[in-house]
């Protein structure tokens, strides 16, 4: 089969498409027969060497996918050859086939379609597990979603809106705050121009976000605290603002407030799979419902998956950007 290999880490034409084995599959894992993959920022990360898989993943980038099962491991059950599906991975997804656990396997929901279907495991699982089941948001109260218009940041605007929270987002320009706007945010950051730590007080009456979903890090972590409401939690997902950062530690306690930092993708399988489970369980009837959609802004045939680095590099988009095999 075909994958996307990296043979020696760099800019975007690090991006190999090359022959590779077949992967072979685990007694609890399946073969998918991949239609796209999800481009994620992470996946830039990996091709420029900082990023290694975990032990045991594969060495292709690749986080996510959608396809058809076309073989089960021994002891998989409810799953059968020829299901549609789409997955999340921790690598290996920017190939023709690819062998995935069968806990991080979801059905492609009604209404989207086989490739679309690729936006959303590593979005949802995201968006759901730091939100929901760590900063625990509950309706009515603020949400501060950095980079409204990102992959990450489309689907979080929307599952924040549907569950009732209050949403306000950053963004870089006054189109891609239109679009967070589109689809349920309310407070409107242009963070060129603006300070979003005045325009949250201002919007809140002085109470601040109650969870605050941070993809900058150590750039944003004192104006984070500050922009926080009592009791709120800030979950850095991003490190695209640098890692080191002074915290201003009586700021916080004064507010009887948390900063948690995580990683999907480290996580161990049963964390994940709990995380999928619980995806499968709240947001796939939102996006079966429409109420919630994949926000997917392009996509690229899988050979020119460089093409597509330099796109999500260039953040012109606005979503998910995909690769099709
Ligand atoms: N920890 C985890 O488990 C996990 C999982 C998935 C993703 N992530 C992280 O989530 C983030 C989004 O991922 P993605 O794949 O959706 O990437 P993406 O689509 O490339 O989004 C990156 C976003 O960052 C925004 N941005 C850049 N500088 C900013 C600033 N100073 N203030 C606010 N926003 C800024 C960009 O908006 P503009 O173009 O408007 O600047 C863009 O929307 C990444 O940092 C990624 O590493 C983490």
Known sequence: ???????????????????????????????????????NRADLMQRQGFY????????????????????LGSDVNGWEVGDRVCALLSGGGYAEQVA?????????PNGVSLVEAAA??????????????????QPGQTVLIHGGSSGIG?????????????????AGTAYK?????????????????????????????????DVILDNIGAKYLARNVSALAVNGRLVIIGLQGGVKAELNINALLRKSAAVIATSLRGRPAAEKAAIVAAVREHVWPLIESGTVKPVVHGTFPLAQA????????????????????
């Open 177 to 209: 705050l239109e679009a967070c706007r589109a689809l349920g945010a309310e407070i409107l950051v242009n963070y060129h121009e603006q300070d979003f730590v005045e325009v949250l007080e201002n919007a809140t009456q002085g109470r601040g976000a």
């Open 52 to 71: 290694p898989p975990p032990r045991g993943s594969s060495t292709y980038p690749g986080l996510e996918v959608s396809g058809t099962i076309s073989a």
């Open 100 to 108: 995935v656990p069968a806990m991080q396997l979801l059905p492609v």
């Open 1 to 39: 089969m075909k994958a996307i290999t990296i043979p020696t880490p760099g800019d975007a034409d690090a991006l190999i498409l090359s022959e590779v084995p077949t992967p072979e599959i685990a007694a609890d894992e399946v073969l998918v027969q991949v239609a796209a993959a999800g481009v």
């Open 120 to 137: 959303l495991p590593e979005a949802t699982s995201t968006v759901w597990s730091n939100l929901f089941m760590t900063a625990n948001l």
């Open 306 to 325: 460089a093409d597509a680095h330099r796109e999500l590099e260039a953040s012109t988009h606005i979503g998910k950007i995909l690769l099709t095999t």
């Open 154 to 170: 489309t689907m979080a605007i929307q599952l924040a809106h549907a569950i009732g929270a209050r949403v306000a987002v950053t």
